[in-house]
């Protein structure tokens, strides 16, 4: 079985309070890998606040507002949600995570490990220096054996240094970068 983990493309971090031009630009590549993805089960993580999310630890470390539930900026990009809901013949699993990285992401996708061998794992989305890490190295910690994937030209980090300094920390975790010229 082939898993492909969509990480967090939300509103909120393409054109909203985080966006940037580098997750801008990773939209159409991303939404590419979904419509081609040949792989049996697709994941999607989705930042998810709410209004007392100044008050939280993460808040008062990152203090602007941001993918706060049933907001315009939570919701998933439309160019991504099309081709989520348009090419699949299943619905994604989605996973709404409080933090950087969702157990229970790793927990079903040990579940599905359990009963059907997953052969593959690739990570993609945003940003790759906070939750394509932190799910990434996640994963790694409860499924080990299973070769897992990051597409650096469907990421984007905070910024582009502190995305290159995150695929070589994924890059020494056992986790293989693909695409990183692109």
């Given at each position: ?13 393409i ?20 419509r ?44 991504i ?37 997953i052969?593959?794992?690739e ?21 080990p ?28 975790c ?9």
């Amino acid at each position: 079985m082939k898993v492909l983990v969509v990480v967090d493309m939300q509103n909120d971090f393409i054109t909203g309070a985080l966006g940037t031009p580098e997750a801008r630009a990773i939209v159409p590549r991303v939404a590419q890998k979904i419509r081609e993805f040949d792989g049996d089960f697709i994941a999607v993580t989705r930042d998810t606040h709410y209004k007392e999310y100044l008050e939280t630890q993460e808040g008062r470390n990152l203090p602007v507002a941001h993918c706060v539930k049933y907001s315009d900026g939570w919701d998933i990009a439309h160019e991504i949600s099309d081709a989520l809901f348009s090419s699949l013949s299943d619905d994604p699993v989605v996973f709404d995570k409080p933090t950087f990285g969702s157990v229970e992401l790793c927990n079903h996708l040990a579940d599905l490990h359990a009963g059907s061998f997953i052969s593959s794992i690739e990570l993609v989305g945003l940003c790759t220096d906070i939750c394509v890490i932190s799910n990434a190295l996640l994963l790694k910690a409860v499924l080990p054996e299973v070769p897992i994937t990051v597409d650096a030209s469907c990421c984007a980090g905070v910024t582009p240094e502190s995305h290159r300094n995150a695929l070589r920390a994924m890059e020494m975790c056992q986790i293989k970068i693909i695409n990183e010229e692109a």
